[in-house]
Each structure stands twice: as structure tokens, then as C-alpha cells.
């Protein structure tokens, strides 16, 4: 009886022992599969977003590289705009007081060239308008836009490709394009940097180097206008910036040349449309 009592103690043991060793196994597999599982989801979820963010990338790229394409300078695109036959208008996106826009203003108005004015405020609560900064991301005036869709930005820049496009009266003639671009880049060099260091901090030092700058653009006036008999594109550019300091400090006097070709200059009809007795200064 002893000995049978003993044999099924036995077995009970070895069957317990058994169902022990069972869910152990299981429950083993069951966490090597979790674990499986969960690294399985984080590199799915790290994947993913990753993914997604390159495909967005490359999305965004394509599309600057359409929205680019499309403002560009485009010579060909330029070249077939039929505005004045057609009575089609060039859009000029403008701030009435800014230096920089009144330059484009005046090449068109000197010009003869068709064009839509539009006014945007550029500074007060309200902000620039949606439409604007996708004409210009930049968010700067003026902004030109013809009925075919060729945007140019930049105040010299417009000059130039309304003068070829739509005024070659504007152009500089072949043995005055050195001249040009000379006063240009004087202009844009040394009288807007000095001329504003001046106006702001005024002394003996900042007003002679302002009157270098002036000496040396008094010799470059061949007369009545900048480059000769004609009104161009460097009477436009500069203009905006004679005005401001001549109203302001009714300096050229000591430039005979500059304070004659100013005056000439400002009795043209096509300048006058556009001066206005309130101004902002280029900065």
C-alpha cells in the first residue's frame, strides 16, 4: 500500500512538473514574440515619419524648382508679350513712397508702357497680402509682372528688362554702356551706403565723404542728361536718390552738373507723375 502510495506521488510530481515546464516555454515564446513584435512596430513607426518627411522634401523641391522656373527671367517668354499692340498692361506692384519702386515708375512712365499700378502697404498691422508674397517671396517693391507671366523683381533689374523689352529709348547706347554702368554702380556702391551714413550721423567726416561721392558723379554728367541728349535708365535709377537729398539738405548746389541735369530731369512729365512731397528714405 506504502508502495503504491509512493508510485502515484510520484507521477502526480512528474505531471506538475511537466505542466510547469509547458507554460514557461509558452509564455518564453509568447515574450520573444512580443519583443519580436515590438521592435518590429518601433522601426515601423521610426520608418515611417521618415519617409514621409522625404517625400515632402522632395515634393516642396519639385515644386520651387516649378515655381522658380515659371518667375524666371525668361528672355523667350519676354520676347513674344504683344502688351502694347494687344492693350494688354504690364502689372507694377509699387509703395508710392519707396526709392526703389519709383525708379521702375519712372521707366515706365518715360517709357510710354502701358502698366496697372497696385499699391501695397508694406509696414502697419494689417501685413503684406498673401497674394504678394507669392508674387514675391521676398516681399520687397517694385515687382513687375507681364500678361505672359514673366515676374522681375529688383528695382535694377526691372530697369534693364523694361528697356530691352518694352523702351529701347531707355537702352544706353553701345559707346555709353561703360558710362552707364559706371554711374550705376557708383550710384549703388558708394552714394546710397555714404549718403545714408551721413543722414543719419551727419559730422564733418561722413558729409566729405558725401561730397567725394558727389564731386565724382558731377564729372560723369555728360548733359542735360546723365549719358548725353537722351533720358535712360541711369537717370532713372539714380533720380529716386537725388530727390531725397536735394529736398532734403538742397545740396547740388555746389554740382553744377548734377544740380543742372537734376532739374532737367525733374521737368520731364513722365518723372513729375511720379514725385511725391511725402517720401521714405532708402533704408
Known sequence: LRL?????????AAS???AVNSKVSNSQHLMSNSIS???????????????????AQKKLQQENKKLLASRAYSTKTAAVFTG????EKIKF????????????????????IPYDLVEVALYGSGGKPDWFWKLNPKGEVPVIETPDGVVVADSEKTLDFLAEKFAPTLQAATNDAKLSTAWRDVLNSKLRPIGKSAVLGGGTKKMEKLDQVLKEMDGMVIGPFVLGDSFTVADASALPFFQRLESHYNILAKYPNLLSWYKRACEQKGVKATLRSSWWWWW
Request: hydrophobic content about 45%; overall charge positive.
Open 93 to 112: 506692384v509699387t509703395n508710392k513712397m519707396c526709392p526703389f519702386a519709383q525708379r521702375t515708375w519712372i521707366a515706365l512712365e518715360m517709357g510710354s
Open 4 to 12: 503504491v502510495i509512493l508510485l502515484t506521488f510520484l507521477i502526480l
Open 37 to 55: 513584435s515590438a521592435h518590429s512596430g518601433t522601426s515601423s513607426k521610426m520608418i515611417s515619419p521618415i519617409i514621409i518627411r522625404r517625400t
Open 84 to 87: 502694347k499692340a494687344g492693350g
Open 16 to 18: 506538475s512538473l511537466l
